[in-house]
């Protein structure tokens, strides 16, 4: 199920902003490095992750990164859609560093679902994963 919620992340950032309709501060190309860092450091949270203490010792630093990515993906929602050149220039830039990021954290996320105590490490990043219904 992770999986396929996963595979549909990239997807979802780039509709997301297409059907946005309020604008907002922070610009599309800020919204979308934020997202990919986080992603990035929750991968490298996961990668620390080898037995069930170290389960524990980084719960809170990936719960505080789920929260980062959700705020940022909820700062999206403020944006005004991209016009049509800026959204395919975005897609183009961006898509590549997701598809990096998003294949790092399912091999990350598999190989924690085998650590003792991964699983209940793993239930923090359910709200990332969640589909958002406008």
Do not use: C, H
């Amino acid at each position: 199920m992770v999986f396929r919620i996963l595979a549909a992340l990239p997807a979802f950032v780039v509709v997301s902003f297409a059907l946005t309709q309020e604008a907002g501060p922070p610009k599309y190309e800020d919204v979308l490095v934020k997202m990919v860092e986080t992603l990035g450091q929750m991968t490298k949270t996961l990668e620390l992750i080898v037995d069930e203490e170290t389960a524990k010792t980084s719960q809170p630093a990936l719960k505080g990164q789920a929260e980062t990515f959700v705020a940022t993906r909820k700062q999206s929602e403020n944006l005004a859609p991209p016009s049509i050149e800026e959204r395919e220039r975005l897609a183009k830039g961006f898509r590549p560093q997701f598809e990096k990021s998003r294949k790092e954290l399912i091999g990350q996320i598999a190989r924690v679902q085998r650590v003792p105590g991964g699983n209940a490490v793993l239930q923090d990043l359910r709200s990332v994963f969640e589909k958002t219904v406008p």
